[in-house]
């Protein structure tokens, strides 16, 4: 059906797309593809030995009352909690927060951190897609028209560090203005994603070289230098640039310190 209308928008939770509905001229405009009627054979959880494959129709709530998830995974139970309230995590899907390309999602951080990858499949056949190279830009990606979200593939690993910070208005129910989610592991090392900071949720290379490094880390202002190399913060009508550059090295240090890792506590 894709191959032939490209203009249909599949839709599987719309969470996102009808809370703005009643002003959104344009998506009123649009003709969709309801995926619902394929719920019961596309949200499954699969797990492998060395991975886990969340179907494309996949729930935040599906996750969270998972308890493997819980035991191997806790930094996407943390993420997905924040995802609204029950009534969205029991309806809103992993893949529709990767396909939606909002900036400030919480899902997606969390499984960039995990190093996620992203299958997608077509009429004329199927591609795999690390989640930290899908953006191209605000909203934009390299899946293609024609193209359905298929999985989520998440490899199953030894994790030493994971977490997922996130500040907002509020505790609950808020939409994020700086976000962190972070992992570590003896295999792969270092891995921070920011979200809410640019255009595109991203790693951060600069910053998982410099926790890699023998580099001393005593205050959040040792972490600018690689804040900055890493991304320019961007102006909006939720936060300025400067709050969260300064805002992002804050929650990152301390949650770093919190957990007793790769922040000295020497003052010398």
């Not at 886990?52 to 995974?73: H, Q």
């Not at 939606?100 to 992203?118: I, R, W, Y």
Request: hydrophobic letters at 40%.
């Amino acid at each position: 059906m894709l191959t032939e209308e490209p203009a249909l928008t599949p839709i599987a939770g719309g969470t996102d797309l009808l809370v703005h509905w009643p002003g959104n001229l344009e998506a009123r405009k649009r003709d969709y593809l309801d995926l619902s009627r394929l719920r019961e054979s596309q949200s499954g959880i699969v797990w492998e030995d060395d991975r886990v494959t969340l179907g494309p129709l996949t729930t935040y709530w599906d996750a969270i009352t998972d308890d493997r998830f819980k035991k191997e995974f806790p930094i996407l139970i943390v993420a997905a909690r924040q995802v609204g309230a029950v009534q969205i995590q029991t309806r809103g899907t992993w893949a529709g927060n990767i396909c939606n390309g909002s900036p400030v999602a919480d899902g997606v951080p969390a499984l960039m951190a995990v190093d996620a990858q992203v299958e997608l499949r077509s009429a004329k056949g199927s591609e795999t897609i690390p989640l930290d190279r899908f953006y191209t830009g605000y909203k934009q990606s390299r899946m293609q028209s024609d193209q359905l979200v298929t999985g989520i593939t998440i490899p199953r690993r030894q994790f030493t560090t994971q977490f997922f910070e996130k500040v907002g208005s509020r505790k609950a129910q808020a939409i994020t203005k700086v976000g962190v989610a972070v992992t570590h592991s003896d295999e792969t090392g270092w891995r921070v994603v920011s979200n809410a900071m640019a255009a595109v949720i991203m790693r951060c290379g600069e910053i998982e070289a410099l926790l890699s490094s023998d580099a001393k880390i005593r205050k959040p202002e040792d972490l600018l230098g690689a804040v900055d190399a890493d991304m320019t913060p961007i102006d909006d009508l939720r936060s300025t640039a400067a709050y969260r550059r300064t805002v992002f090295a804050r929650i990152l240090f301390h949650a770093l310190r919190e957990r007793n890792v790769r922040v000295s506590t020497d003052a010398g």
